[in-house]
């Protein structure tokens, strides 16, 4: 049987509100009086299920749908729905007392739609509202005292209409919460942003507010003692950030990272991302974070020296992305001013080469390879021992960078930085000795490398240039052991084939490679490649020896244009002190393209003009 006349719920009334009204308008008694009259406890109507829903709907003649959006239901152990979305019971805060006095004094007033009767309403219920979505007001929240409160009996849990009016007059004002804002809309159906709104709403919401909290109070500050309207404010803040997904979110770690850095005294992420870091990383319950853990974690990754195998935001690092210092200097047992001295001047990293500092990261892949190679390296002046040359042609191969030293720094050099590695002097060698045939007897006219210089009256290194990039035709070796003593060119064919070369103002693919700073595939590629204008970048040349084979050759002139017009995401990466993956998510949120997608051309390449870099 329906109570008639029927009396309709209000916009955002609460169940246990509405029941009280119905209560008052049909019998002028109070709920509990009236709920037990009809056989239905307090608890079924506090958390009702399917049957209780059913009877009320037939008693009040509203629908279950109706019903169903003006409480909280229960979705298994803990777990709640609201308005169609699955959240946690924190979400719907029923330990609390919440109102906004400005409503309930309006309530009062004569010809209100509540016959002057207060209404309590659901949405003051929901943890991160923490605002009146009409008067902006911060709402007053307190926790229960008793059992009963939960009821919400806006009567019964909140003063006078004095006290109210007293509460409003000192009450304070903020602009609407971003954060409470996109909440109520999504509750209505509305579509928001799509990082928040790809997880459940109440994930989305904690996440704000963590991520607000360490920017707006302080990154260890006590959270059982930040007020309403500090919670409000961070929540807005937040919002702010994630509504703009994963960029934004890193923008606002960035914000906490650069002013702990600022301070100039070291720490792990704990003591960076406080009370954000602990609550990723220390809960002892199974609640799920969300997708802001793996964004955090990332970050992490990406500014402190964590180890492999260390237990990070929920399993274990796979890979050490980034070293300080003192990290690898514990790691290769190297001292720690070694080894900032050679990641400065390397340009592995940025700073001062004579301050070691503990919060300055670099790639730790790039570090570790080149303390290996520190490692494994000969002073220049063994290199001619090494390659079997004299010293002026050490110090030619190493000043020109056919053999790069450990550091290429024009600054003043000392000790092991100023050596060249193992590996390089022996790629050199490799890449020498694989040009050359295998003979038992030499042909009439070679020479060794030095003698047919002076014969074709051509530099030494003009002439290994041409040697690496395969110019030449007559190439051979009878003693691999002499290294480079037992290469044997011709030097009639030396003089003739780098002074076309030198006329033509071009050179072989390794030193063109070297010059504008890609691998030779990605050389090749960008010769494929057309500017927007439709001219190539490159243009690639083929000479025929007499044998028919064909040698590429690239014109100096555009190798140094390219240099002088693009940079590539490296160069940035190290100017702007931000690893590349980092770098490169900047230069897209910035809506910067690069030259070629991906790797294509061996580096992600930009053109400087767009960079805004001289």
């Known amino acids: 049987m329906t109570l008639l006349p029927v009396l309709s719920p209000l916009e955002d009334e609460s169940l ?23 056989e239905l406890s307090q608890q079924s109507v506090l958390y009702p299920d399917d049957e209780a829903l059913d009877r009320i709907a037939r008693l009040t003649g509203t629908s279950v749908d109706h019903l169903k959006s003006m409480t ?109 804002d996109w909440v109520l809309s999504r509750l209505r159906g509305e579509k928001g942003p799509e990082w928040l709104d790809c997880q459940p709403i109440d994930l989305a919401a904690r996440a704000c507010e963590m991520l607000g909290v360490i920017l707006s109070v302080g990154t260890h500050v006590n959270l059982r003692k930040i007020t309403s309207a500090q919670w409000a404010k961070a929540g807005h803040l937040g919002f702010g950030y994630a509504s703009r997904g994963e960029q934004g979110i890193r923008e606002a770690l960035d914000l906490a990272y650069q002013d702990f850095t600022s301070k100039e005294i070291n720490g792990g992420p704990q003591q960076v991302l406080g009370r954000l870091y602990q609550w990723l990383q ?3 319950n199974d609640k799920p974070f969300g997708p802001i853990r793996e964004v955090v974690r990332d970050f992490i990754l990406d500014h402190f020296a964590i180890a492999k195998g260390t237990e990070l935001l929920g399993r274990p690092v796979e890979r050490q992305r980034v070293h300080t210092a003192h990290s690898l200097a514990r790691k290769t047992g190297q001292h720690s001013k070694t080894v900032n001295r050679a990641m400065v001047l390397a340009g592995v990293m940025r700073g001062d080469p004579e301050k070691v500092s503990g919060t300055r990261v670099f790639d730790a892949e790039m570090g570790e390879a080149l303390m290996s190679r520190i490692r494994n390296s000969i002073p220049i002046k063994h290199l001619p021992n090494y390659l079997n040359c004299n010293r002026v042609q050490a110090e030619q191969l190493t000043r020109t960078g056919i053999i ?23 790629t050199f060698l490799k890449k020498l000795t694989a040009r050359a045939v295998r003979v038992q007897v030499p042909s009439d006219g070679v020479m060794d490398i030095v003698s047919a210089a002076e014969a074709a009256r051509w530099p030494v290194i003009d002439i290994v240039r041409g040697l690496l990039g395969g110019v030449f035709e007559t190439v051979e070796v009878v003693d691999p052991d002499l290294k480079f003593k037992g290469i044997l060119i011709d030097p009639t064919e030396v003089r003739a084939v780098l002074t076309r070369e030198k006329a033509e103002g071009r050179v072989e693919l390794e030193e063109a490679a070297r010059i504008i700073g890609m691998p030779p595939h990605g050389l090749s590629a960008l010769a494929r490649m057309r500017k927007p204008c439709g001219a190539a970048y490159v243009t690639e040349h083929f000479v025929e020896n007499s044998k028919g084979k064909r040698i590429r050759l690239f014109a100096l002139e555009e190798l140094l244009q390219f240099r002088k017009e693009h940079i590539s995401l490296t160069e940035i990466a190290q100017t702007e002190h931000f690893s590349t993956k980092v770098m490169k998510m900047k230069m897209d949120g910035r809506g910067i393209e690069p030259v070629a997608p991906k790797y294509e051309l061996g580096r992600i390449w930009y053109r400087r003009e767009n960079c805004r870099l001289q």
């Open 404 to 426: 790069p030293s450990l550091v290429q720094n024009d600054g003043n050099l000392t000790g092991v930085l100023k050596n060249v590695a193992l590996e390089d002097a022996d």
């Open 72 to 180: 909280f239901l229960r979705e298994g152990a803990r777990m709640r729905s609201f308005r169609g979305q699955i959240v946690h019971a924190e979400f719907g805060n029923l330990n609390a007392t919440s109102f906004c006095p400005a409503c309930l004094l309006e309530d009062g007033q004569c010809g209100s739609a509540s016959q002057r009767r207060r209404v309590g309403r659901s949405i003051w219920q929901i943890e991160p509202v923490r605002q009146c979505p009409k008067y902006g007001l911060v709402l007053h929240r307190r926790g229960n005292t008793s059992h009963s409160e939960k009821f919400q009996l806006m009567d019964e849990v909140a003063p006078n209409d004095e006290e109210l009016q007293h509460m409003v007059d000192s009450a304070m004002h903020l602009p609407i919460s971003g954060l409470s």
């Open 282 to 284: 220390f809960s002892k």
């Open 16 to 38: 246990t509100s509405f029941l009280n009204r119905v209560a008052a308008f049909h019998f002028g008694i109070g709920v509990r009086e009236f709920l037990s009259s009809i």
